[in-house]
């Protein structure tokens, strides 16, 4: 049996993706479901428009400063006031792409939970880390960073995304089996920190989620819903992979 304490939870990440088109269609036919937290991660250009729509917005990334000369860059401040309530941070095309460090991604951790915004922390190996055998360390390694800056006081303020970086955009899925594995090991960390905050964290799984292989990663214990990329641009997938998770 699932622990019905955790509500699933399903984020669409469009990444650098959409259009005026797409975000009114969204907000005209996304259907609802009272089962399951639905949040869109838009562009931040989208983000004022969509916060009118009935499901929730979150950004894809946030500076860890609240002002200054960091041009190009979004304050904690500004993504409240665009209507968000979560922000991706940690997704390992910014670990990767733009240099953040675990120490980063903590202080970003931080300052979200300050403004009184929801994390949706990404965490998740690459390839030759997988290969290896290093899997769990890895994944530690990102929690414990998070762990210094805040204590354990940000797992009951987040949402934790694992997304193994072999499964991201490469149509590869983790199986359920191994998704599973890092989930149990995921709470089973946070567990020594906060039990009972760890009993009710959603655990999202991202990586090549699709309508066709949703159910089967939602059925397993510790897989709370999922961080959906590619299969967020079209809403029949979505709704199908919003439906899976209630
Ligand atoms: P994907 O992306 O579903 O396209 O693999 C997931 C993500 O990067 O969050």
């Known amino acids: 049996m699932k622990d019905s304490i955790r509500k699933p939870f399903v984020a669409g990440n469009w990444k650098m993706n959409g259009s005026n088109e797409l975000v009114e269609s969204f907000v005209s036919n996304l259907a609802l479901n009272p089962d399951v937290d639905i949040v869109i991660c838009p562009p931040a250009v989208y983000l004022s428009k969509l916060s009118s729509a009935s499901f929730e917005v979150g950004a894809q990334n946030a500076s860890e400063f609240a002002s200054g000369a960091h041009t190009g860059e979004l304050s904690l401040g500004m993504i409240a006031e665009s209507g968000c309530k979560y922000v991706i941070l940690g997704h390992s095309e910014r670990r990767e792409n733009h240099a953040e ?146």
């Open 101 to 246: 460090s675990n120490e980063l991604v903590a202080r970003k951790v931080k300052a979200t939970i300050e403004m009184g915004l929801i994390p949706i922390l990404c965490i998740g190996e690459p390839l030759n880390v997988r290969e290896s055998g290093g899997v769990f360390d890895f994944v530690k390694a990102q929690l414990d960073a998070v762990a210094k800056e805040c204590g354990a006081q940000y797992i009951k303020n987040s949402v934790i995304a694992y997304e193994p970086i072999w499964a991201i955009g490469t149509g590869k899925t983790a199986s359920p089996e191994q998704a599973q594995e890092v989930h149990a090991f995921i709470r089973k960390e946070l567990t020594a920190l906060d039990a009972s905050a760890a009993a009710s964290v959603r655990l999202l799984y991202g990586g090549s989620v699709n309508a066709g292989n949703a159910k089967d990663l939602f059925a397993k214990i510790d897989i709370d819903g999922g961080l959906i990329g590619g299969a967020s641009l079209k809403i029949e997938d979505f709704t199908t992979i919003c439906l899976a998770a209630s």
